[in-house]
């Protein structure tokens, strides 16, 4: 079974920066894509931000690009959000997924996600 671990959620002022972190248990951590979802207080899950299997591509929601940058490290089974220029509407709970996808792809639809980790929470302070 594949188990996700967030960290790194925090409060932070606009235009602070976090960097979240997923651990993920398992050996075939190099066979799934990987993306970044959250969902703010009253609103729908949403994609934020995804990566392929090997890294080579890349795939953001238009509200975080350019602010938002996610990489992963297949030897330490990790991936990471680097968030900069928090805003208030950032404010969410962020989990990490993982899609046994094809290589090359990042997939945005969360009903291609398998496995789900518990959530991190971001709180943004004007």
């Known amino acids: 079974q594949v188990q996700l671990v967030e960290s790194g959620g925090g409060l932070v002022q606009a235009g602070g920066s976090l960097r979240l972190s997923c651990v993920v248990s398992?050996?075939?951590?190099?066979?799934?894509?990987m993306s970044w979802f959250r969902r703010a207080p009253g609103m729908e899950r949403e994609f934020v931000a995804g990566?392929?299997?090997?890294?080579?591509?890349?795939h953001y929601a238009d509200s975080v690009k350019g602010r938002f940058t996610i990489a992963r490290d297949n030897g330490k089974n990790t991936v990471y959000l680097q968030m900069s220029n928090l805003k208030s509407e950032d404010t969410a709970v962020y989990y990490c997924?993982?899609?046994?996808?094809?290589?090359?792809?990042?997939?945005?639809?969360?009903?291609?996600?398998?496995?789900w980790g518990q959530g991190t929470q971001v709180t943004v302070s004007s």
């Open positions: 990566i392929s299997r090997g890294g080579g591509s890349t």
């Open positions: 398992g050996r075939t951590f190099s066979t799934y894509g």
């Open positions: 997924a993982a899609s046994p996808g094809p290589p090359g792809t990042v997939r945005t639809g969360a009903t291609y996600y398998n496995f």
